[in-house]
């Protein structure tokens, strides 16, 4: 999964796609796949938007997410990390409503993201 969320964040195009079908090869559940890269995304926009010298304490985020949020730093702006946020949850919204395939709604949001 951490592979998976990392290519994505890093905008290593054809490394997500593969390493997402190895993901859902090893039965790991679409909707924590989704979970995960929201809340990665999340926290780089945290880190990247941050204007204090006291990053966990502004954001309240472990020094563990700062270092892998600080390694993605500058792939995305601050308006591409919102608009990915937002594509995310609609997609998951989309699966939990049942009004988008789940397998449909990852490729959804590689191919928005990327």
Do not use: H
């Amino acid at each position: 999964i951490w592979d998976f969320v990392d290519a994505i964040l890093l905008r290593k195009k054809k490394q997500a796609f593969e390493l997402l079908d190895e993901a859902l090869e090893f039965g790991n559940p679409i909707l924590t796949l989704i979970s995960v890269l929201y809340k990665d995304a999340k926290q780089l926009l945290q880190v990247q938007g941050c204007q204090s010298e006291d990053i966990s304490k502004s954001t309240g985020l472990s020094g563990w997410d700062i270092k892998r949020a600080k390694g993605r730093i500058g792939r995305y702006s601050n308006r591409e990390l919102i608009n990915a946020m937002k594509i995310i949850r609609e997609a998951e919204v989309g699966i939990k409503s049942g009004r988008i395939d789940d397998y449909m709604a990852l490729d959804y949001i590689l191919v928005n993201i990327l």
